[in-house]
């Protein structure tokens, strides 16, 4: 119940339940600004989890945002729509629409549905080995490689959990040929 408490735009005071639903502006308790809620009665029933079941919308009860024809179960906990028990999509303990899903994946608001990652260790490894072949690029890469694997140590990896052991060998590589390189420079200048 009080996750669906509402709160006042100004000030954030939250603001009576009896402040619900009246026909009239009533003003906040603490800042005086007018405020008028209005909530379908669908807001202030249990939660029914682990039921799947569709009932048919009545007419004094509030229907789904995406079936018109069905009963709503929930309010979407970003957007405020109202669900049927077939659109309602329980994630991580809250209760989400299909749209605000699509959205925090898009806008990767929310992290645990996250698909891919930049897999920065394997960058890194690469720009250290890979320039091995054309030894004069690796003036460019090797500091590269080093400022990679410093700057993502501690970016999440993977999905599939990994070790550091990438960033470990593309910092040593690097170090190597940023030490060969200046071996080679102090010999040229002497």
């Known amino acids: 119940m009080s996750s669906h408490l509402f709160h006042c735009n100004k000030c954030g005071t939250v603001l009576p339940l009896e402040t619900y639903n009246t026909s009239r502006l009533d003003t906040c308790s603490s800042c005086g600004v007018p405020v008028r809620i209005d909530v379908f009665p669908a807001l202030f029933r249990p939660i029914q989890t682990g039921v799947k079941s569709v009932s048919l919308a009545e007419d004094d009860v509030s229907s789904c945002y995406y079936h018109p024809q ?22 991580n303990d809250r209760h989400l629409c299909p749209y605000c899903i699509e959205t925090g994946k898009k806008k990767r608001k929310i992290k645990n549905l996250e698909n891919h990652r930049v897999l920065y260790d394997r960058i890194a490894f690469f720009l250290s080995v890979a320039p091995l072949l054309l030894f004069w690029v690796t003036i460019i890469t090797a500091p590269a ?32 040929q940023i030490g060969g390189w200046m071996i080679f420079f102090t010999k040229l200048i002497a």
Request: proline letters at 6%.
């Open 145 to 176: 490689s080093i400022f990679i694997a410093i700057r993502h140590w501690k970016s999440p990896l993977s999905i599939i959990p990994r070790t550091k052991v990438r960033y470990v060998f593309a910092i040593f590589f690097s170090s190597l």
């Open 70 to 91: 069905k009963k709503a179960a929930i309010p979407c906990e970003t957007c405020g729509r109202f669900l049927c028990s077939l659109c309602d999509i329980e994630f």
